[in-house]
C-alpha cells in the first residue's frame, strides 16, 4: 500500500523560509512523477511544482525563481524549498506522486506565512 506522508510545515514570517517533505512508502519500482499542490481557503488546489523521473521540472508563475523542488529516489522522498515567501503561499500543501497506474496523495502540511 502506497502511502505518502509530508512534513515541514509552519507559521514562518513573510521574506522567510521552509522545507516541505515527502516520504513516500510502499513503493517497490520508480515514481514516475512527483508534485507539490497547494489549496488556499475558497481556492481550487493547484499546482506548485513537479518533478518526474529524470529530474526536469516545472513550477507555477507565481513561485518561480523562490521555490525548489527536488527528489531523492534512492529514499523515495521529494522536497519542497520555499524561500522569500509571501502571505499569499499560505495553503495547505498537498504532495503528490504518480506511480502505476494510479495517483497517490499525502495529507496535507499547512504553511501560514504572515505579514
Known amino acids: 500500500q502506497v502511502r505518502l506522508v509530508e512534513s515541514g510545515g509552519g507559521l514562518v514570517q513573510a521574506g522567510g523560509s521552509l522545507r516541505l517533505s515527502c516520504a513516500a512508502s510502499g513503493i517497490r519500482f520508480n515514481i514516475r512523477a512527483m508534485g507539490w499542490y497547494r489549496q488556499a481557503p475558497g481556492k481550487q488546489r493547484e499546482l506548485v511544482a513537479v518533478?518526474?523521473?529524470?529530474?526536469?521540472?516545472n513550477y507555477a508563475d507565481s513561485v518561480k525563481g523562490r521555490f525548489t523542488i527536488s527528489r531523492d529516489n534512492a529514499k523515495n522522498t521529494e522536497y519542497l524549498q520555499m524561500n522569500s515567501l509571501k502571505p499569499e503561499d499560505t495553503a495547505v500543501y498537498y504532495c503528490?506522486?504518480?506511480?502505476?497506474?494510479?495517483?497517490?496523495w499525502g495529507q496535507g502540511t499547512q504553511v501560514t506565512v504572515s505579514s
Open positions: 518533478i518526474i523521473n529524470g529530474g526536469n521540472t
Open positions: 503528490n506522486a504518480e506511480y502505476g497506474s494510479s495517483s497517490y
